[in-house]
Nanobody, 118 residues
Framework: QVQLVESGGGLVQAGGSLRLSCAASGSIIRINVMGWYRQVPGNQRELVASIDRGEGTNYADSVKDRFIISRDNAKNTVYLQMNSLKPEDTAAYYC????????????WGQGTQVTVSS
């Protein structure tokens, strides 16, 4: 099993920045990809960004050039630096971890709320 603990959400004005962190513990060796989804009530979760052990990254078009995902494998932690935040970035952000050659996330964090005021 893998446990994911998130931190760093909160309230920020449009144009501001926040950094989310997600620390993994447990059977870390099982994990290749880590990243973040977000969800607005009534909508499906959408992938925001992901990073694999080789530090290959993937971003949603809506956050490219504003968000940066990074990973510290020694600390088993992934970070999401969110810059130039917009009100439409308001959502619950969920950290995920995905095993090797797995088609979808295997583990989820509890979620952290990000609210961007206009």
């Amino acid at each position: 099993q893998v446990q994911l603990v998130e931190s760093g959400g909160g309230l920020v004005q449009a144009g501001g920045s926040l950094r989310l962190s997600c620390a993994a513990s447990g059977s870390i060796i099982r994990i290749n990809v880590m990243g973040w989804y977000r969800q607005v009530p009534g909508n499906q979760r959408e992938l925001v960004a992901s990073i694999d052990r080789g530090e290959g990254t993937n971003y949603a078009d809506s956050v490219k050039d504003r968000f940066i995902i990074s990973r510290d494998n020694a600390k088993n932690t992934v970070y999401l630096q969110m810059n130039s935040l917009k009100p439409e970035d308001t959502a619950a952000y969920y950290c995920f971890a995905q095993g090797w050659r797995r088609p979808q996330p295997d583990y989820w964090g509890q979620g952290t709320q990000v609210t961007v005021s206009s």
